[in-house]
């Protein structure tokens, strides 16, 4: 059974950083793409970042790039979300998701393709 955990979330200042983690289990981090999503209220869920199976290539969005990084720690089923300079406008509830798509293939940024969820968890940036 596919199970994700996100943790990690919390207050933070502006320009300051925050690490959100995902914990997995129930299938292998080797042949699942992972995406991080962010959602506030009355706005369709965002995609920030994926990274694929196979050769760990990312996909990022504009609103992120250069500031936010995803990383895979397959020995320990673990995908973390790294901000870096967050702002007050990255504040929302963020998701780690996961599916298995053709091993390689470009990972995907749009919440439709994901079927596995974790239950999100709240980053607020706020002097």
């Known amino acids: 059974q596919v199970q994700l955990v996100d943790s990690g979330g919390g207050l933070v200042q502006p320009g300051g950083s925050l690490r959100l983690s995902c914990a997995i289990s129930?299938?292998?981090?080797?042949?699942?793409?992972i995406g991080w999503f962010r959602q506030v209220p009355g706005k369709e869920r965002e995609g920030m970042i994926c990274?694929?199976?196979?050769?760990?290539?990312?996909d990022v969005a504009d609103s992120v790039k250069g500031r936010f990084n995803i990383f895979k720690d397959i020995d320990n089923n673990m995908v973390y979300l790294q901000m870096d300079n967050l702002k007050p406008e990255d504040t929302a509830v963020y998701y780690c998701?996961?599916?298995?798509?053709?091993?390689?293939?470009?990972?995907?940024?749009?919440?439709?393709?994901?079927?596995?969820w974790g239950q999100g968890t709240q980053v607020t940036v706020s002097s």
């Open positions: 998701a996961t599916d298995q798509f053709e091993y390689g293939d470009s990972c995907l940024r749009s919440s439709l393709d994901y079927r596995y």
């Open positions: 129930g299938f292998s981090l080797n042949y699942y793409s």
């Open positions: 990274v694929n199976s196979g050769d760990l290539s990312t």
